[in-house]
């Protein structure tokens, strides 16, 4: 595309240049001409400005995020238009005045690099017009008595200079400086064309601040929400924890609370069988009527059966009131380095035994994808054991559960614990293909005294308690995954080396 | 020889439980039990034992004012020959380590295991006789 086309052929209101020597004693013919190519001269120079002023914007678009690249553009495309030298173009950062491009020299000239940067002074014109945030011209600046760079100015081999600021809200941010070999004021027309570049620097640099700005904002609202969320997992976890603590206090003192008066309705209820027992042996030698003797016996199998229901469901809170103490106690028993590997099995074995035990036909397939460098972990044995057989058992409930319900003939249930070694954390993971966790339960699974078991079968402190000697007494974590109808499994992480870090038997 | 065993516990009905509980062998004159509801009321009939053959202390541990642990080794102090036996409702290692070290010889988490205890005091019994 060529310079012309480019400025797009509007008519262009021309400056200044008049050359009044060209119109003496010309023919009319010749003086009309001579009209045509001055007019024509002016309008190729306004249409080089603005090729020249169109080109810098191109440079501005292009490049939102760098403003060198306009610097640059701006130093070359002045100085030809204005017939100058030199041009140079000044950054300032609120404190010194700072080198950016030049144009007249095949490389940058060493004392600009070595000069600069420097406060605003009258040293120099660029400087200057930082310092008054006006244009400033220098017509000669052997002439001018605060100009100091005259070395300079003859190693640079220039008489005049004026440097045009770059104001925002009246604050300068750079300057555009142009020199010339010859002394003198330079024309207002070009004075107005370093204006129009300067205004166009300075629409660069803001263009630069923006996108930085923007940029900046949208990594802190990035880091910002990551963080969020960060906090707010800590805060669940946080609250689950506390929530846990000072329900542990509260069990523990209720469950004391109860645990006596709970002791003699149990202890009475049973020596009162045997009283019983004994009454019946006295009515026996004793001299009754018949019927008499058949209501009392009557009445001591009702007050018998109804003993026993006392003491059934004596044993049943007795049973609950036992897990709540266990579930306030904390750091019971040692902790020492154990056989990860081993601790699983165990647990594995003891779960699967006592599910034998407790149901008849009860059948399961284990799998046991142990890592071999799973190792040693620093833990208190029989709590953790305690954690996964709770999770042993859950697993086969819900797989059992899952046969009972489904009519697929090829179902087999599954339980599978893996264990794996993570360098300084062990994971132990606890699967089955069950019959999943529904999402609302999931939110709550871990709450104490929640539970989906019909009444007796579950005291709904299992998983409570599995967090809190996971979480707290281990210091390690405990997730889980779940698909409604196809499977669950827990992930503990738990650090290798936790516990000596953290207090022997530390109490919360 | 009247054998006589002291139970000190604050709760009144552990007296009407260990009554029931042993009455065939309180009936059978076996031996005879005193209940003190205090540690001091528990010193006191200690030192009143006198002449009966006091062959076991049980005691709770948890009691408003002394302790069973305070009364320990008080009691122990007036009759090192006699074994003491520890209740509490707090089995943990803790408390466990202090009644040992104080000078108890067992100690019971409830609910009593009262077979446990039976044949504790059997051997006792026939240990004295």
């Known amino acids: ?508 | 020889m009247n054998l006589l065993i002291l139970v000190v516990d604050d709760e009144p009905d552990v007296e009407v439980l260990f009554r029931q509980q042993f009455r065939r062998e309180l009936r059978a004159d076996r031996f005879t039990m005193e209940f003190a509801q205090s540690a001091p009321s528990a010193l006191q009939c200690i030192s009143q034992a006198g002449n009966a053959s006091l062959i076991l202390i049980l005691s709770d541990i948890n009691m408003p004012g002394m302790s069973g642990l305070e009364l320990l080794p008080k009691a122990k102090a007036m009759r090192p020959d006699v074994p003491i036996i520890m209740i509490t409702a707090y089995g943990d290692a803790e408390i466990k380590r202090k009644a040992l070290e104080s000078g108890a010889d067992a100690l019971f988490t409830t609910p009593i295991d009262f077979l446990m205890l039976r044949s504790e005091i059997e051997t006792r019994v026939e240990r004295t006789a």
């Open chain 1, 1 to 508: 595309m060529s310079r012309r086309s480019k400025a797009g052929g509007k008519p262009v209101k021309t400056r200044g240049r008049k050359t009044k020597a060209a119109h003496l004693d010309k023919s009319p013919a010749v003086r009309e001409e001579t009209e045509v190519v001055r007019l024509r001269r002016e309008l190729d120079e306004a249409l080089e400005r603005q090729t020249a002023t169109a080109e810098v914007l191109t440079v501005i678009a292009s490049s939102p995020h760098d403003a060198q690249p306009v610097f640059d553009r701006i130093a070359k495309n002045a100085a030809p238009l204005c017939k100058a030298q030199f041009c140079y173009v000044f950054r300032f950062d609120g404190e010194l005045v700072h080198f950016a491009a030049q144009s007249g020299y095949a490389s940058t000239p060493e004392v600009f690099l070595t000069g600069y940067p420097l406060p605003p002074g009258r040293t120099s014109a660029a400087t200057r017009s930082i310092l008054t945030g006006a244009i400033e011209q220098i017509p000669d600046v052997l002439a001018d008595p605060d100009y100091r760079h005259g070395s300079q100015a003859e190693v640079l081999s220039f008489r005049s200079i004026v440097a045009v600021p770059m104001l925002k809200d009246g604050c300068p941010l750079g300057t555009i400086a142009m020199a010339r070999s010859q002394a003198g004021k330079f024309p207002d027309w070009q004075i107005d064309l370093l204006r129009t570049f300067a205004n166009q620097a300075m629409i660069a640099i803001e263009n630069v601040r923006l996108f930085n700005a923007e940029q900046q904002r949208t990594l802190q609202s990035w880091e910002l929400s990551e963080s969020l969320e960060n906090l707010r997992a800590a805060q669940d976890r946080l609250v689950q924890t506390e929530k846990l603590a000072s329900l542990g206090q509260l069990t523990a003192g209720i469950a004391h609370e109860i645990k006596n008066p709970l002791n003699f309705v149990n202890n009475f209820s049973s020596v009162s069988v045997e009283l019983i027992d004994e009454l019946r042996g006295a009515l026996a030698s004793a001299q009754l009527d018949g019927k008499l003797r058949a209501e009392i016996g009557d009445l001591a199998d009702t007050l018998q059966a109804n003993l026993d229901k006392v003491m059934q469901h004596g044993k049943r809170a007795d049973s609950i009131v036992k897990n709540m103490l266990l579930h306030s106690r904390e750091g019971s028993g040692e902790h020492r380095p154990v056989d990860l590997n081993a601790v699983v099995e165990e647990s594995l074995n003891l779960a699967y035994h006592g599910a034998r035990v407790e149901k008849q036909g009860f059948n399961i397939t284990l799998e046991r994808p142990y890592d071999p460098n799973a190792g040693d972990v620093d833990l208190f044995p029989q709590e953790i054991t305690r954690v996964l057989l709770n999770l042993i058992s859950n697993g086969f409930y819900a797989a059992t559960e899952r046969k009972s319900q489904t009519n697929d003939g090829n179902y087999e249930p599954t339980l599978a614990a893996a264990t794996k070694n993570l360098g300084d954390r062990v994971e132990i993971r606890i699967r089955d293909n069950g019959t999943g966790i529904p999402p609302e339960v999931k939110d709550k699974m871990f709450n104490p005294f929640y539970t989906t078991k019909p009444a007796g079968e579950g005291t709904g402190l299992g998983l409570s308690i599995s967090h809190a000697v996971i979480v707290k007494q281990h210091g390690g974590s405990i997730e889980v995954d779940t698909e409604p109808g196809k499977f669950t499994e827990f992930r503990i992480v738990l650090p290798r080396a936790g516990l000596s870090l953290l207090k022997s038997g530390e109490r919360g």
